[in-house]
């Protein structure tokens, strides 16, 4: 029994041991090298005799107490944990089984648990470069035009018209508009008149 959990028939043999037991109050009476303690029963039942050691008997008649007292409800308690994990057993089975993530679905995840910081960022972004290969790819290839136009606008000194031009390509790629797309691309901002037109020269008289 202990390697193994109780069966149900153990449990309940249990129980009724610790039912059948004797019940009463245990009396300690002083005796020579051994003391002798005294269970008294119900009527009818008679007394029961222990001789041991101070020490020993304390401990025996407080285990035998404890043992009718207490088996009852532990047996009780570990009938019903069984119950409980049978039954959530049960319910288990009977959830249907979730599909496993796909790898870029841990990717996904993976690389939102990430927390970039400014000095990660640089890092990150270093690589990626704008140079002649990238500008010559972007006359041709929407996607490398729209990544370079991703770098400009995102330049500190970038100037309006950049964010403005990456706004209208992003959007025209979107909605799959390949012509507003290259004429996005190609918008040029309007150039700012210099200072106050002069005052045409007063005719003499």
Known sequence: MAQRPPTSAELEELA???DAA???SWRKQEGDGLEHFTLRGSAGTGDLH????AEAGAAITRLLDAA???????????Q????????????????????APSAAAKNRASMDDIEIDDASALALAAPFHVGPKEMKAAATDPLAALSVQVARALLPDAKEIERARLIAMAFAASRG???????????RGGAKKKGKEKAAPKKSK
């Open 68 to 78: 009718r007292a207490d088996m009852p409800r532990l047996v009780a308690e570990v």
């Open 80 to 99: 019903r944990l069984r119950i409980e994990v049978e039954t959530l057993h049960a319910e288990k089975d009977r959830r249907p089984e979730k599909p």
């Open 177 to 187: 508009q390949i012509d507003d797309f290259w004429a996005a691309r190609k918008m």
């Open 16 to 18: 009724a041991q610790a």
């Open 50 to 53: 222990l001789y041991a050691p």
């Open 22 to 24: 004797p019940a009463g």
